[in-house]
């Protein structure tokens, strides 16, 4: 793991989400999925969808709230991404729908969970 302070607090945000997602009973399929033009957080499957989750995770106490950092260019690249991904070997994943989520997620000094915000195909 990254000694980055802002790297750690994402990847505690990302395992929150995760475990969010795994309690509504979705399927982790993959996590930090990085490429050369970016990274796609979680993807996660159920019965009918493949969803991909942008975490977006920020300290207690700080003024910007978490989806400020989900801008129009960012989904846009999460989108290409996905194709991609989609795209790739052993993909072959028969879903009647492809969804976008995001989870902002707030953690307080002591690392704990403050919220978790949960919005379903919002992009």
């Known amino acids: 793991m990254s000694n980055d ?4 607090l994402g990847a505690q945000g990302e395992q929150f ?8 009973g979705l399927e982790i399929v993959d ?8 990274e796609l957080d979680i993807i996660a499957t159920d ?15 700080r003024a ?6 989900l801008r129009p260019e960012q989904r846009r690249r999460i989108r290409t991404l996905a194709v991609g991904w989609l795209a790739g070997p052993g993909r072959e ?4 729908t ?14 704990r969970l403050v919220s978790l915000d949960h919005l379903e195909g919002c992009f």
């Open 93 to 96: 994943i028969h879903r009647d």
């Open 31 to 38: 996590r930090n999925v990085r490429t050369r033009t970016g």
């Open 47 to 61: 019965d009918a969808t493949v969803i991909f989750c942008e975490v977006k995770t920020r300290r207690a106490g």
């Open 17 to 24: 989400a995760a475990e969010h997602l795994a309690r509504l």
């Open 98 to 111: 492809v969804r976008f989520d995001a989870i902002g997620v707030v953690i307080d000094g002591a690392g």
């Open 5 to 8: 302070v802002r790297h750690q």
């Open 64 to 69: 910007a709230f978490p989806f400020d950092g």
